[in-house]
């Protein structure tokens, strides 16, 4: 079965604070894609990153940063120094490989709150 | 620029009554996808759709269908809307084939209510 965990439904920091955001994922197959997107209070969805099951290099970008590890089926997302524009929820997601057709399995989602 | 769109963003309609949410985009991308959002369980698969005429459907697509007479569109068909369809519906699109996986990039949204 695919499945996407994200056990923290809620997470509250204060800005400039670090913060990492869990997402533990289940999968039988041998090569997936493992995607995080935003969705600020505003309500659209923002793709940020997409992950293959062959690429477990981390990524940086600007402040935010992704951990992949197969060992622990974990694809990590921290946010460094964050900011109140970092308000949102925010998803994993992993891709099925499901008799060679593409879909989209999501978390349930964590929602971040930065204050001020 | 390409983009995604959804219309309408805010529907109310009545129990019974056929409704039907638009998708169009400008990537021409061969797949596109419908979603549902609803607090408690993220976002859920309705039906997809890999080129014209291809239509699938997804782990909630009872009471739901859609048809693909173009590239572009995807309209989303509520044949007789039931309250349990209240929800926010998403459209995406990605630009793989069938079996290499693509991103899937979103639409705004639809706000849907069923009185």
């Known amino acids: 079965a695919q499945k996407v965990t994200q056990a923290q439904t809620e997470i509250s920091v204060v800005e400039k604070e670090d913060v990492t955001l869990d997402c533990v994922y289940e999968?039988?197959?041998?090569?997936?894609?493992l995607f995080w997107y935003k969705q600020p209070p505003s309500g659209e969805l923002v793709f940020l990153i997409r992950r293959n099951s062959f690429d477990e290099q981390n990524e940086i970008s600007g402040r935010y940063s992704w951990n992949f590890q197969k060992s622990t089926s974990s694809f990590n997302f921290t946010i460094t120094a964050s900011q109140v524009v970092d308000s949102a929820v925010y998803f994993c997601a992993l891709s099925r490989n499901q008799g060679g057709s593409e879909k989209l399995v999501f978390g349930k989602g964590t929602k971040l709150t930065v204050n001020p | 620029d390409a983009e995604i769109t959804q219309s309408p963003r805010h529907k109310i309609t009545e129990t019974g009554r056929q409704v039907t949410l638009a998708c169009h985009q400008t990537?021409?991308?061969?797949?596109m996808f419908w979603y549902r959002q609803d607090l408690g369980h993220g976002l859920r698969l309705i039906h997809y759709?890999?080129?014209?005429?291809?239509?699938n459907k997804g782990e909630v697509s009872d009471g739901y269908s859609v048809s693909r007479s173009n590239t572009e569109d995807l309209p989303l068909t509520l044949e007789s809307a039931a309250s349990s369809q209240t929800s926010v519906y998403f459209c995406a699109s990605s630009e793989s084939g069938r079996g290499r996986m693509g991103t899937q990039y979103f639409g705004p949204g639809t706000r849907l209510t069923v009185l």
């Open positions: 999968t039988r197959d041998t090569t997936y894609y």
């Open positions: 759709s890999y080129g014209v005429q291809d239509t």
């Open positions: 990537w021409n991308h061969n797949n």
